[in-house]
């Protein structure tokens, strides 16, 4: 099990998760992510690892809520569990010295475009990065990416903070102005990755973006994840996530990601009902299983702990250790 | 090694015996069945296993062993059943094969054992799988873990990556011999293609639970959550976490697709996405389990291919209410792969066989749903590659199938995260890593391989085949320190 040090909303809706991962924490990359399973009946859900401390062997993620498993994530509070982390997954971002490049999010993508937008700076580029969010409540990480960047602009849809417009506004202005664009780099909601594709195709301007579709175990072996690339199937978990922008097939995406909307309304739905009773027995049961030996350990003692996988659960039942919230 | 000659406590003159029909399997009726998800057969009571094991002409050369990949010695085995002594049929099994109750169920035993018993030459051969897995399922009952003893510690460490058959009988002979055994595993439950690809009711996960903990009392410690490659690499256990020998048994996890148009749509997944929904996400308990899976009830759906996999999913996809499900086959029933006994089930359930038919196309409603396969039937020609007789389309045969769901289980291919991130371990051309058949070591010193992962799709008793001999060239190797 893989225990939460540190829980807290930064935006409305949207919550960053320190959690214990050490070999995840030891091995991640820029535009790496995690699969997690929040509990025994959950689904398992790919997220982007935002940064990752090997010292103290943590990961942060970022969470915005969306459906079930995501609500029930972010009512996680620091000191709880998630009982399953694995990774990272995926190819991590290529990073070379590109020269100038645009590195652009779009309401929590920006979370997932932070990491390589610092690994790109730290490699010599000069970064103009470009936040954009419906309104000023969700624009995220500014202050990070302030630090990482050359150049940062910000757009809100509605104008409720710095300019209003969308991030292709700022990326056309810049194309206007002569500005030698060597790559972009744009994750955010698909309607935004395919508008940041039709505005540099014309302009050939190298652009990768990073898909979001829905898989299952992220190693390659179920398939489901497949994108359209060039009208080849490819596997975004193992192949990608990041694409060239201008071979993805956006429409196939987006079809393929509505595949279980009625499902997941109706999941949704229930657990709207039972909000509460739900959190408490995903509670009690995640508590239970880490009292019991042998099975399921924590993360934490892992990595110390490897010889005597039965001996070493590190669990504390850490009733003080948050306030409010599922307790 | 003379063979020990237990005495037999057969009464029946061999006559006799080939006049005792073999027993049924008591099963569950098709009509129902058809509708839940718990297992077909329901196993002998200890009457029947008797009355079966009565059968056995007890050859002096048996080659029930013999075509066993494992060498379980049946004619012994079968033997203790007569005598009554079932907990010592288990261990004598036990001796050979530490999954009784899984290959019990799903080995294809017409093909090894019973396939090479003389009495399925004059009548019907001897119910073996039965009978495994009656003692297998007797022994989980009786046998109490807490008795199990754990060997003498050689301070060795061994790191099984995987945990199919194939890792799971590696950890479970080197344990026996005293090393320290940990294997990690991708997923979060342990099993491999037992927990994620057969199903329910086929294999009960219960089953799988009790082997591991069996495993577990025996010493072997699991990880899960652990990509090898990328959440800790082959070099790095072995430099760094101490470990002295690796087994690699990730399996062939890639799911094919045919390329033709149209296999993006909505409704078309690959067998192994299908029935990881419904086995490892238990998509079949939605909304208890919040894995979703599309609206099966009354619709149409087909399966590619004629292996196990294609069965598995259909009738998967039966109990989840289908109005109609297919199996379409590029080849003759009798070149299909699926076990024997799958393919008898599949039809008693109501599965339409569409053999020598393949899709040639996936059509779309318009809304990015599948609406039906445009398909072609086929005539056998010469025999291919593979001995078997080559399928070739036949002329103005096309005919539309209206389909909501169709499942591609054509085949597998080399997972390659382990291969891409070990330097130095030769793989075949399509990507399978190079081990001796006999030693199953690989081009790295220290690194063994087997299953799966080696042989591309095969079977479970064939993975555990190559899990036995791995763990006794490591014990070799752990031993002398050559290589
Ligand atoms: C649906 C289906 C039905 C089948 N039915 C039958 C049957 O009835 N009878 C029969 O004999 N055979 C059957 N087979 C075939 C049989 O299951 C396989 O041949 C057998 O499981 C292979 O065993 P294995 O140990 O090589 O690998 P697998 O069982 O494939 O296990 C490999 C394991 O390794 C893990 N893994 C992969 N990569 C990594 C990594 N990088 N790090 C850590 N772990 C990793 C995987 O998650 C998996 O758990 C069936 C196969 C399928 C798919």
């Known amino acids: 099990m893989f225990k939460i040090v540190h829980a807290a909303f930064i935006a409305p809706g949207i919550k960053r998760f320190v959690v214990e991962a050490p070999r995840v924490a030891r091995k991640q990359k820029p535009g790496q992510f995690v699969i997690l399973r929040l509990y025994e009946q959950g689904e398992r859900i790919p997220l982007t690892i935002e940064r990752s401390d090997p010292e103290r062997g943590t990961i942060n993620i970022v969470v915005q809520s969306a459906g079930k498993t995501t609500h029930l994530l972010n009512s996680f509070e620091t000191g709880d569990r998630i009982l399953d982390v694995v990774g990272p997954l995926g190819k991590p971002s290529e990073i070379q010295n590109f020269g100038t490049v645009v590195v652009m999010g779009g309401g929590v993508g920006t979370a997932m475009a932070y990491p390589t937008a610092a690994a790109l700076k730290k490699a010599g580029n000069r970064v103009i990065a470009i936040v954009g969010a419906r309104n000023k409540e969700l624009v995220i990480l500014e202050r990070e990416m302030g630090e990482v960047s050359d150049t940062l602009m910000i757009t809100t849809d509605d104008g409720s903070y710095a300019e209003k417009g969308f991030v292709t506004d700022k990326l056309r202005q810049l194309i206007q102005n002569g500005t030698r664009i060597d790559l972009v780099l744009a994750v955010g909601p698909i309607p935004m990755m395919k508008a940041v594709a039709d505005v540099t195709r014309k302009e050939h301007i190298h652009t990768v973006v990073s898909l979001n579709p829905i898989m299952i175990d992220g190693t390659g072996m179920c398939g489901g994840c497949r994108v359209l690339i060039d009208s080849k199937s490819e596997f975004a978990c193992v192949d990608g996530p990041e694409f060239d922008a201008h071979r993805v097939n956006f429409e196939v995406l987006v079809q393929r990601n509505a595949m279980y909307r009625e499902a997941e309304r109706r999941s949704m739905a229930e657990f709207q009902q039972e909000i509460e009773a739900k959190r408490q027995t995903v509670r009690q049961e995640l508590e239970q299983l880490c009292g019991m030996n042998g099975s399921r350990r924590d993360a934490g003692a892992t990595v110390e702990g490897r010889r005597d996988a039965g001996a070493a659960v590190e669990c504390r039942p850490d009733v003080d250790a948050t306030v409010g919230g599922l307790r | 090694m003379t063979p020990v000659k237990t005495p037999s406590a057969n009464p029946l003159a061999m006559k006799e015996r080939m006049k005792v029909p073999r027993q049924h399997m008591p099963e569950q009726l098709a009509q129902i069945r058809a509708t839940n998800f718990t297992e077909v057969n329901l196993g002998y009571p200890a009457e029947l296993a008797r009355q079966e094991a009565l059968r056995c002409l007890e050859c002096a050369k048996p080659a029930c062993t013999d075509r066993c990949p494992v060498g379980v010695k049946v004619k012994e085995f079968v033997q203790l059943i007569v005598a009554g002594d079932f907990l010592g049929a288990a261990a004598k099994i036990r001796e050979d094969n530490v999954l009784p109750a899984i290959t019990g169920r799903v080995c294809p035993q017409e093909d090894h054992c019973e396939g090479g018993c003389l009495m399925g030459k004059k009548v019907q051969s001897l119910g073996i799988g039965y009978l495994e897995r009656f003692v297998a399922d007797y022994e989980q009952q009786h046998l109490d873990i ?338």
């Open chain 2, 146 to 483: 807490k008795n199990i003893k754990r060997a003498a510690a050689t301070r060795k460490k061994v790191a099984i990556v995987g945990s199919g058959p194939s890792g799971l009988t590696a950890a479970g002979d080197l344990v026996q011999k005293g090393h320290q055994v940990h294997v990690f595993e991708a997923l979060h439950e342990i099993g491999g293609v037992l927990v994620y690809g057969i199903p329910e009711f086929r294999l009960p996960k219960q089953i799988i639970r009790e082997q591991v903990d069996y495993m577990r009392a025996m010493g072997v410690e699991f990880e899960t959550d652990v990509v090898v490659g990328r959440t800790v690499t082959i070099d790095e256990l072995l430099d760094e976490e101490g470990y002295d020998a690796v087994f690699i048994g990730t399996g062939a996890g890639l799911p094919q697709f045919m390329g033709i148009a149209g296999e993006h749509l909505n409704g078309v997944y690959s067998a192994n996405e299908f029935l990881t929904r419904i086995n490892l996400m238990h998509a079949y308990e939605f909304p208890r389990y919040d894995e979703p899976m599309v609206e099966l009830a009354g619709k149409n759906v087909a399966v590619i291919g004629g292996g196990n996999t294609a069965l598995d999913a259909i009738r998967s996809a039966l109990r989840l209410g289908a109005g109609k499900a297919y199996v379409l086959y590029r080849r003759s029933e009798a070149e299909m792969p699926a076990r024997a006994e799958e393919v008898k089930h599949a039809k008693q359930e109501g599965i339409d066989f569409q053999v020598l038919t393949a899709p040639v196309e996936f059509l779309s409603n318009g809304q990015g749903w599948l609406k039906a396969a445009r398909c072609v039937r086929m005539e056998l020609g010469e025999p291919d590659a593979s001995g078997r007789r080559r399928p070739l389309p036949i002329a103005g045969s096309e005919f539309e199938l209206p389909l909501s769901v169709a499942i591609m289980a054509i085949g597998t291919s080399a997972n390659p995260i382990v291969q891409s991130t070990t330097p130095g371990l030769e793989t075949s051309k399509r990507g399978y890593i190079n081990a001796n058949p006999e030693t199953q070591r690989t081009s790295r010193k220290g690194v063994f391989a087997g299953g799966d992962i080696v042989t591309g799709s095969a079977t479970v008793i064939l993975a555990m085949g190559a899990g036995r001999r791995a763990a006794k060239s490591i014990h070799d190797y752990l031993s002398t320190g050559a290589w």
